[in-house]
């Protein structure tokens, strides 16, 4: 199982990034994935997940209208595309993955506990 997330930058604030994981060794029907992210000095927090289930997506609040995860299962890829960003959305942002627990199916994925994770991209948002 492997990921990597690129399409991070410098961008102002107000502007727009797309994130993509790009993923390999195993498809999203089997495995739960989503996007996380952690700030300079503070904890990784969760910020967007997908059901391998239906594709329901969950959001953070902090995150919730201004961002949209989705996946492409052909090109095994999942996409962050994150909008009218702020200078807090700075961090560094990772996605993973862990094997789909089908008892947990209809849970958000905030509380998963991913154990493959990609390299991070950075996402610098400037005033």
């Known amino acids: 199982v492997q990921l990597q997330a690129s399409g991070g930058g410098l961008v102002q604030a107000g502007g727009s990034l797309r994130l993509s994981c790009n993923t390999s060794?195993?498809?999203?029907?089997?495995?739960?994935i989503g996007w996380f992210r952690q700030a300079p000095g503070k904890e990784r927090d969760t910020i967007a997940c997908?059901?391998?289930?239906?594709?329901?997506?969950y959001y953070a609040d902090s995150v919730k209208g201004r961002f949209t995860i989705s996946t492409d299962n052909i090109k095994n890829t999942m996409y962050l595309q994150m909008n009218s960003l702020k200078p807090e959305d700075t961090a560094k942002y990772f996605c993973?993955?862990?094997?789909?627990?089908?008892?947990?199916?209809?849970?958000?994925?905030?509380?998963?506990?991913?154990?493959?994770w990609g390299q991070g991209t950075l996402v610098t948002v400037s005033s």
């Open positions: 993973a993955a862990v094997l789909r627990d089908y008892s947990r199916d209809y849970a958000s994925g905030f509380d998963f506990h991913y154990d493959s």
């Open positions: 060794g195993f498809t999203f029907d089997d495995y739960a």
């Open positions: 997908v059901s391998s289930v239906d594709g329901t997506t």
